[in-house]
């Protein structure tokens, strides 16, 4: 009689060592009480029935979320960070503007809560009060750090377009890390490459512009998806729909719908919660209470 | 954001109910189009890629399958991209920027869909096929046509990304060589009020003005000339931080034109502008006795540049032929 898997262990240890030979897969396929294929069946045909056993694992056990495969493809570390801060870099120093939204809209409110001057769209008048400061305020957080002797001229521009290519690089690695775990490094490979090179990211990657955040998030949100880390991916994606876009929902809708199966309702329902009060209403209170309500007891002029 | 969601879903409010589609409405195609010039080969194929791997994955045998992380999960991974895809086509108005979040899951499902077909040209119709040499032949094939569509997707986002600088790197370099005043120069001390150690003006090239970050220290808040646009530009804010909360004037939600915003040529020490061939107006830039040019730099002409191709991408030797470019420049008032 073969021996029941008796712990959780020894079904973990079941599921992860894939057997060599058909001796071996008998054995495993005994352990996880399947049925073996006719005699004289061939080496595939024992993976097959392998493969759709391990799959379903018994109740109560759950498989573990990642994956236990670790890369050994070095190039999706620090070069692949190093390349791709490279290519974004150059863009921050010379890519145009794409669009003037992202001038009135953006760069000019952060150019008024850092100097005091700048352009103001009807977006940013409190009668319509469409915008968040608090989303330009972050921003200015990353120039704040700097020391003032710097920031003369235009450098503030170009110095958070550099801190956007480190964000934009960096998001990007780790995405390609998680796209390598849960789909293996030749995929990954190629997406390092078609998104280090392509022309839509070398524009996109460096603008000042909610878009621009929602695909950072999305990337991040991504990332934590592919390995198994739901709770941090939902969250990445409460900060895109509730900071920067709502319309970046839909991206996040099959996260979310995997999320609820593979954590339960509450779970999810706890993650929206938690990202509602600190991405959705303490925005929207420091809006309302420091900036475009920052006046409320004067006389209006 | 709540008032966000509101102006754009409900239509403002307002009483006219048009919300973003006051920003201009673009077809179908748009996003297709746009799609292929910032990708090009990896928006095609990305596109493709949930019917793909619905196609390719079964023929995988279900080890290989399994060490891709599964069906669905692959499938999952690229729907997301569908849905928000669905969304945006569906809405009129449209903008280049709004796609940028697909860009990610378009390499993502790109990628998956040339790993799956690599292995299943490799192995899986191989393994029917039986014979070696053949197998060694057609996965050969398969490898050589991955680093041909790898190698010719470099070229073109390369070609592009080239393009974008070259032809529409101007305004950047320009208004980064705006010059610096001490006092308030000659020209403009005559006229009234507390001024500024100098003003710069812009006119129809208002869009591409980079930022207040790029006017020198001292200097007054960009003054608009009225050039052909119609609807409402931004003005400067009051003064920090009464700017934040205070009620501007001369503000509306419907994109109308506010004729306060417009300042007089005369008032300027500094202009930036583009000479255009297809412009009906002389721009300040061609009248040498007034205005002395400080820094230029060239800036592609689309009207006049009638190849689409050598316009989108650079190709060394032919988009320069091609191309018509104007000269983007800042000139200053002489004294």
Redesign the interface.
């Known amino acids: 009689m073969p021996a029941k898997p008796q712990t959780i262990n020894a079904y973990k240890v079941a599921l992860l060592t894939k057997p060599q030979t058909i001796n071996d897969y008998k054995v495993a396929l005994l352990k996880l009480r399947v049925g073996l294929p006719p005699k004289n069946a061939k080496l595939e045909e024992y993976e097959k029935r392998w493969i759709e056993a391990t799959a379903a694992a018994p109740p109560g056990v759950r498989k573990p979320a990642l994956p236990a495969m670790q890369t050994r493809a070095w190039w999706l570390g620090a070069p692949a960070f190093v390349a791709l801060l490279a290519v974004r870099s150059l863009a921050a120093a010379t890519a145009p503007i794409m669009d003037c939204d992202e001038t009135f809209n953006y760069w000019e409110p952060l150019s008024y809560l850092l100097r005091g001057t700048g352009m103001q769209t009807w977006e940013y008048s409190p009668e319509f009060a469409l915008r968040s400061w608090v989303y330009i305020e972050v921003h200015a957080l990353v120039l704040r750090l700097l020391p003032a002797t710097l920031l003369s001229g235009a450098n503030p521009f170009f110095a958070l377009r550099q801190a956007l290519a480190i964000l934009c690089a960096l998001s990007e690695t780790l995405f390609c890390r998680a796209v390598a775990r849960r789909f293996g490094v030749r995929p990954a490979t190629l997406v390092l490459v078609f998104s280090g090179a392509s022309s839509g990211m070398f524009h996109a990657g460096v603008a000042l512009l909610p878009s621009t955040t929602c695909m950072y998030c999305v990337l991040l949100g991504y990332a934590a998806w592919l390995s198994g880390r739901h709770r941090l991916g939902l969250m990445a994606g409460c900060l895109a729909v509730l900071l920067a876009w709502p319309f970046v929902a839909p991206m996040f809708v099959p996260m979310g719908l995997h999320a609820l199966a593979v954590l339960g309702a509450a779970s999810v329902a706890l993650c929206a919660v938690g990202g509602l009060l600190s991405f959705g209403l303490l925005p929207a209170l420091l809006d309302g209470y420091l900036y475009y309500g920052a006046g409320r007891y004067e006389p209006q002029p | 954001?709540?008032?966000?969601?509101l102006?754009n879903v409900l239509g403002g409010g307002g009483s006219e109910g048009e919300g973003a589609n006051l920003y201009g409405v673009e077809d179908y195609t748009f996003y297709v189009r746009n799609?292929l010039?910032?990708?090009?080969l990896?928006a095609l194929l990305g596109l493709g890629s949930g019917p793909l791997l619905a196609l390719l994955l079964p023929l995988l045998?279900?080890?290989q399958r399994?060490?891709?992380?599964?069906y669905t999960?692959?499938l999952?991974?690229v729907?997301?991209?569908y849905?928000?895809f669905?969304?945006?086509q569906s809405m009129d108005h449209k903008?280049?920027?709004?796609l940028?979040?697909?860009?990610?899951?378009l390499?993502?499902g790109?990628?998956?869909a040339?790993?799956a077909a690599?292995s299943v040209l490799s192995d899986g119709v191989a393994a029917a096929a039986g014979h070696r040499a053949p197998r060694r032949a057609l996965a050969a094939a398969a490898r050589g046509g991955v680093a041909l569509f790898?190698a010719l997707?470099?070229a073109l986002?390369?070609s592009?990304?080239l393009a974008?600088?070259r032809h529409?790197?101007a305004?950047?370099q320009v208004?980064?060589a705006l010059p610096t005043y001490s006092a308030p120069p000659a020209a403009t001390a005559s006229l009234q009020g507390s001024l500024p150690a100098m003003s710069a003006c812009v006119g129809k090239e208002?869009?591409?003005?980079?930022?207040?970050?790029?006017?020198?220290?001292g200097a007054g808040?960009?003054l608009w000339l009225r050039a052909g646009f119609g609807g409402?530009l931004?003005?400067?804010?009051a003064?920090?931080?009464?700017?934040?909360?205070?009620?501007?004037a001369h503000?509306?939600?419907r994109n109308r034109d506010e004729p306060s915003r417009y300042s007089e040529l005369d008032r300027c020490d500094v202009v930036v502008d583009v000479e255009l061939r297809s412009q009906a107006e002389p721009s300040a830039v061609a009248d040498a006795a007034t205005w002395e040019r400080v820094h230029c730099a060239p800036f592609l002409d689309a009207a006049a540049s009638t190849s689409t191709l050598a316009r989108a991408f650079y190709i060394p030797g032919y988009s320069d032929k091609r191309n018509v470019f104007a000269e983007y420049c800042v000139v200053a008032r002489r004294s």
């Not at chain 2, 399994?66 to 599964?70: D, L, M």
């Not at chain 2, 003064?239 to 501007?248: F, N, T």
């Open positions: 954001m709540a008032n966000l969601l102006y799609l010039l910032n990708l090009n990896v045998p279900p080890a399994a060490a891709r992380g599964g999960h692959q999952l991974a729907s997301g991209m849905l928000a669905g969304v945006f903008e280049e920027r709004f940028t979040m697909l860009y990610p899951t390499c993502l790109a990628a998956l040339l790993d690599l790898v997707f470099v986002s390369a592009r990304s974008l600088v529409y790197g305004p950047l208004w980064s208002w869009y591409r003005f980079p930022s207040s970050f790029f006017l020198p220290p808040p960009l409402q931004p003005q400067p804010f003064e920090w931080p009464r700017g934040l909360s205070a009620l501007p503000m509306n939600d």
